[in-house]
């Protein structure tokens, strides 16, 4: 995997991001980011216009569209928008952009994802200034990030820069998303705090849907039983005006 940079600007980001866009996730990673997007599936409601920054391999892009959404999917990285899936119609619709200054007008939108795309960003607390931005009122911005996770900082052996191994600039808890949720002017509403190890194991012999309610009180009951590592957080907010 490239070294993250230590520079933050958008070309050094983007440099980066281009680079991992080859990535190839081992098994237990991407059952855990499947029962992840699965829950944000859950929240998106009827289908809209839906926009998803950073859509990362493209599952939820894929899902999304299979449940009548229509997608814009925006990212830094022209690879990682390649990777997405084809379409013959206009339901999907690519945009390279940097997500602190999202190329849309104001009040496009319907629906806002950012899945694990925080704690990425030099600036989270403009991105998310910018999704209310291109929601319309009473459009809804759902963002996971990985919950009170430690940043580790190793150092590189050929330049001497420090650097976060996943590319994570941020770490977050519910106090501190939710206060930039605010800050932004998103009403609060749904939230789960959600440890996968034991939840992605059973999504992996039962794929099923109307299984996520019962995985979720499970993800709260044992939240304490489990590492903070193997734990991710959702918050949604609404535009109200």
Not at 121 to 132: K, N
Request: with cysteine; aromatic share 8%.
């Amino acid at each position: 995997m490239a070294t993250p940079p230590s520079d933050t600007t958008p070309g050094a980001m983007r440099r980066f991001y281009e680079d991992v866009a080859e990535r190839t996730l081992d098994k237990k990673t991407s059952r855990g980011i499947e029962y992840r997007n699965r829950t944000i599936l859950a929240r998106l409601g009827a289908p809209g216009r839906l926009l998803e920054i950073g859509p990362g391999e493209g599952w939820l892009v894929g899902a999304a569209l299979r449940s009548g959404h229509r997608v814009v999917a925006a990212d830094l990285s022209r690879r990682w928008l390649a990777r997405l899936p084809d379409r013959a119609d206009s339901t999907l619709l690519r945009a390279q952009g940097d997500a602190a200054r999202l190329p849309f007008a104001d009040a496009t939108f319907d629906r806002v994802v950012a899945a694990e795309v925080l704690e990425h960003l030099p600036d989270p607390a403009a991105t998310i200034r910018e999704a209310r931005r291109v929601l319309k009122v009473g459009g809804r911005f759902v963002a996971s990030v990985p919950y009170r996770e430690t940043l580790r900082r190793l150092r590189c052996p050929h330049c001497g820069d420090e650097f976060e191994p996943n590319g994570h600039l941020h770490s977050f808890d519910e106090t501190k998303l939710a206060g930039l949720f605010a800050e932004a002017g998103f009403e609060p509403g749904y939230r789960l705090i959600a440890p996968t190890r034991f939840s992605r194991e059973i999504w992996r012999m039962a794929n099923w849907p109307p299984l996520l309610p019962a995985l979720h009180a499970l993800d709260r009951a044992t939240i304490r039983s489990q590492r903070v590592s193997d734990t991710w957080m959702l918050l949604e907010g609404t535009r109200v005006d």
